[in-house]
């Protein structure tokens, strides 16, 4: 065995092992062509932000939200092509993603805007006071 150099196979291109992070690991997905949205999501006074990534997509068409029992779903299909000189990519899927509103948030008012790429969705959780209450002993 001396002598003889062992070769290891090749590395994907960076393009290629992007694409395959960003439509996930084989076998992880129970559901075949579901893919996730990457999100951020924060609570500041007295409304609860959802900031989605979805590039290239239609928010008119390709875009459904909505929420059952404070379970906000986020529903988007893409179908994008990328032309280069030598390089032609399209990138499909279906993508979802559900969360779990805050306590109280009032789902049924909530908004949604598409701008470069990110969708924000806004939902009011109104403030409650847990202010502390004195409860008054009655002598019998």
């Known amino acids: 065995m001396s002598g003889m150099v062992e070769r290891l196979p ?7 092992l992007f694409g395959w992070v960003e439509a996930g690991l084989p076998g992880v997905h129970t559901v075949p062509g579901l ?6 999501e924060h609570l500041a006074d007295g409304t609860y932000v959802l900031r989605a990534e979805l590039p290239g997509i239609d928010p008119s068409k390709d875009v459904e939200i909505s929420v059952t029992d404070d379970v906000l779903t986020l529903r988007a299909e893409r179908n994008e092509e990328t032309t280069e000189k030598r390089h032609t990519e399209f990138r499909y899927g279906t993508f979802a993603r559900s969360v779990r509103l805050p306590a109280g948030a009032k789902g049924d008012e909530a908004t949604a805007e598409y701008k470069d790429g990110v969708l924000t969705i806004t939902v009011p959780v109104p403030q409650t006071k847990t202010g502390t209450r004195t409860i008054p002993v009655r002598h019998v």
Do not use: Q, S
Request: aromatic share 8%; charged share 25%.
């Open 35 to 40: 893919h996730g949205i990457r999100i951020e």
């Open 10 to 16: 090749a590395w994907p291109a960076l393009p290629e």
